[in-house]
């Protein structure tokens, strides 16, 4: 009785010991984080870092149970292990969200990581949070990739910015004998459900880390500044209503959300898992949230990077034509009314060529002297004017003989305000217009802007879009 009671009391000590070591080690991690500046680690306190990520930060059996919590019937009870990076100390502004698994030709994981990290700024870092789904069942290909981003992306995981999760295999719901839908060979049904489920299960853990989500592929190049991008396009969208905001035209790229929106979106991603891709199941979430139309910008922010798809490796050579590098310098377009004396094609009316959206104005052949009116809310300063006309599967609907003019002193009631005086700024060529400096060129404070046709023309008209960046407002 008495060895019972001496190994009952060693058991003890030893678990006190191992919780004292591990507050210990988690005062230390914050001690570093607070300390640590990116691009600025000394190289022996990167190899302390790498170090410590490696053995510290992946315990493989530190596994954490996360319940949805939210108030769609049923909830999703998983068990993520974590495998580099510990839970989010405080809720962030964006998640951006990646699942990979291993490919049979060629991995970009690596550099997918590295791009966002690398186009972001340091204030911009500290309002991102980046969670990696390892969705593969083979263990020793996990293990590696989590060696590997330990390695190389240290300091982000101990700043608290880099999570790597995983799900075992025995949450999955049945992958075999699946339904084959669009004529799909069985093993090409399989790989589309078990992402589907991956996804679902990436939502579901990402549903409470920050207020916005971002799903990315894990082979991605990202824009410089994307972070300020999206913040500037949210804070534009204010007061209207979006489910899917796209910063990508292809399949789930920069697919933008609310993070109240993921556990549903998780859900239904597993109710349907064997229905149909992930991206046409994306289609059908945001129009069953009542968001018809598509609601995606240009330029785009992520660009698809891979040469080999992650499905059997075969050539994946998709690219997005609108996606910029440095795509920082996104228009204002301040609050304006939009009106026109030309006559309009169909639906194509005047407020979509004014937008940021992808959609454009379309007039029918226009005439000397008629114009595209804009009226702005309030006065403003202007820096720079940008207007595109015409497609490119339209290439003759362009504006001509055209010119772009700014105004003052506006008359007349609220539906048909007008400026009594307008300065010229340029003539179109080419269909385009471009102009900077504009607040050195212009004394005034503008109230208006129009677009004049000054020859008539046969074809018709196309606006593809207004771009119009703001300096310091009057009265500031």
């Known amino acids: 009785r008495h060895n019972l009671k001496y190994f009952d ?81 405080r809720k962030r502004y964006l998640t951006i969200g990646l699942s990979s698994v291993k490919r049979k030709k060629g991995n970009y994981l690596l550099e997918t990581i590295k791009s966002i990290f690398e186009q972001s700024s340091y204030e911009e870092l500290k309002e991102i949070a980046v969670v990696v789904q390892l969705a593969d069942f083979d263990s020793a290909w996990c293990e590696g ?4 981003i330990s390695q190389k992306f240290a300091h982000h995981i101990i700043a608290g910015r880099l999570i790597v999760i995983h799900v075992p295999e025995d949450y999955y719901p049945v992958l075999d004998g699946l339904k084959r839908n669009y004529n799909d060979p069985e093993d090409r049904v399989k790989f589309r459900s078990k992402q589907n489920v991956d996804y679902a299960f990436l939502l579901n853990f990402c549903a409470n880390l920050s207020d916005y989500y971002v799903m990315l ?85 992520f660009q698809h ?26 228009p204002d377009n301040p609050p304006a009314n939009l009106h026109t004396n030309m006559n309009v094609f169909e639906n ?12 454009y104005f379309w007039g029918k052949a226009p ?11 309030k006065p403003i300063k202007i820096s720079k004017i940008k207007v595109v006309t015409g497609t490119e599967d339209r290439q003759n609907d362009i504006l001509h003989h055209g010119a772009l003019e700014v105004g003052e002193k506006i008359v007349g009631s609220k539906k048909g305000r007008q400026c009594t005086t307008y300065l010229r700024l340029g003539e179109f060529k080419n269909g385009n217009f471009e102009i900077t400096d504009v607040e050195h060129k212009v004394l005034f404070d503008i109230n208006c802007m129009r677009i004049l046709v000054t020859k008539s023309q046969k074809e018709w008209l196309i606006i593809r879009s207004i771009s119009v960046w703001t300096s310091q407002t009057p009265n500031q």
């Not at 490696?54 to 974590?82: A, C, M, W």
């Not at 990077?305 to 996104?330: H, P, Q, R, T």
């Not at 194509?348 to 959609?359: P, T």
């Open 367 to 377: 005439s000397t002297g008629d114009f595209y009116g804009i009226v702005f809310e």
């Open 217 to 301: 592929e894990d082979d991605v190049r990202c824009s410089k500044n994307f972070l300020t991008a999206v913040k500037k396009v949210i804070t534009s969208r204010e007061g209207s209503y979006w489910v899917t905001l796209e910063f990508s035209k292809l399949g789930y790229i920069g697919k933008l959300y609310h993070s109240h929106d993921l556990p549903r979106l998780a859900h239904f991603l597993l109710m349907f898992y064997q229905e149909m891709p992930c991206d046409w199941l994306l289609i059908h979430f945001r129009g069953l949230l009542a968001q018809k139309e598509v609601i995606r910008f240009k330029p785009s922010l």
């Open 348 to 359: 194509y009316e005047a407020s979509k060529a004014y937008s940021s959206i992808d959609e």
């Open 305 to 330: 990077m891979g040469y080999y798809s992650s499905y059997k490796g075969a050539e994946n050579k998709l690219k997005d034509d609108d996606f910029e590098e440095e795509s920082f310098d996104i």
């Open 145 to 148: 990739m989590v060696q590997d």
């Open 9 to 89: 009391k060693m058991r003890c000590l030893r678990k006190r010991s191992a919780v004292s070591f591990l507050g210990i080690l988690v005062v230390c991690l914050l001690f570093m984080n607070l300390y640590i500046e990116d691009g600025y680690v000394l190289e022996g306190d990167k190899e302390l870092i790498r170090e410590t990520a490696t053995h510290q930060l992946n315990p493989e059996r530190y596994v954490h149970s996360f319940k949805d919590l939210s108030n769609f019937s049923g909830s999703i009870n998983i068990s993520y292990r974590y495998l580099a990076g510990t839970p989010l100390p």
